[in-house]
């Protein structure tokens, strides 16, 4: 017989914050780190990804620090550099870890391919892969998975749907 899990879940608190493209959804933890930004109308997609990354979770209202809501409103409101200041804790295997962190490096105003992501994280083949983590990010606009774009330079794919990530990518100053 399989021996049951006796750990707790994970609790997190779950606020929302209104923004020029819809109800963002902020999970954050104890610390008060963000753990899942994502959109209200993609909370079940959140909802998945959080259980994929952590297991069973306590999500409950909750309100989420000041400074990390006036950071995110002052990035819709065109302070871009803002996004900086906000604290981010994340889960999942290390390739998409990395992944997630190389996301963060990508200055506003500028989009990559999902090739050069991956040759940036020196798995230059890794191209699917990359696309896919990229597709598992749980920390949507403060780990900037709308700045990746095509080969081509075509927008493709995005967890917000493309309406989003094209709106993202012109308040960052990217034609598209």
Known sequence: MAARSTSLPERFGLDRLATPIGTALLVTDAEGALRALDWDDYEHRM???????????????????????AALSD???????????????????????????????????TTMSYGA????IDMPRAIRAVGHANGSNPISVVLPCHRLIG????????????ERKRWLLRHEGVEV
């Open 47 to 69: 909802r998945e990804l959080l259980r994929l990354h952590y297991g069973a979770v306590d999500l409950s209202n909750g309100s989420a620090p000041a400074a990390m809501k």
């Open 75 to 109: 990035y819709f409101a065109g302070n871009l550099g803002r996004l900086s200041a906000i604290a981010w804790r994340i889960a999942g295997t290390p390739f998409q870890q990395k992944v997630w962190t190389a996301l963060a490096q990508i200055p506003a105003g």
């Open 117 to 120: 992501l991956a040759a940036r």
């Open 151 to 162: 080969a081509d330079g075509s927008l493709v794919k995005y967890g917000g749907g493309l």
